[in-house]
């Protein structure tokens, strides 16, 4: 899977799991959010376990461009 299309999946499943979500602009916002929260957690645990940074970083790129 492409940074990109993690991105939309992202975005797509908090637009279609709830309707608190009024427009694409707080899916992406939550989207974001988990993002984030991916890789801060990464930097505080770095020890447990191994995560791409770099793709996720990429794919926070693409949700903000999208």
Do not use: P
Request: aromatic share 16%.
């Amino acid at each position: 899977m492409t940074a990109k299309e993690k991105a939309i999946e992202l975005i797509d499943k908090f637009y279609s799991i709830s309707s608190f979500f009024s427009d694409l602009e707080d899916a992406k916002e939550c989207a974001l959010y988990v993002v984030d929260e991916i890789l801060n957690h990464h930097y505080q645990e770095q020890g447990l376990y191994r995560i791409d940074t770099y793709f996720w970083k990429q794919v926070k790129k693409e949700i903000e461009n999208l």
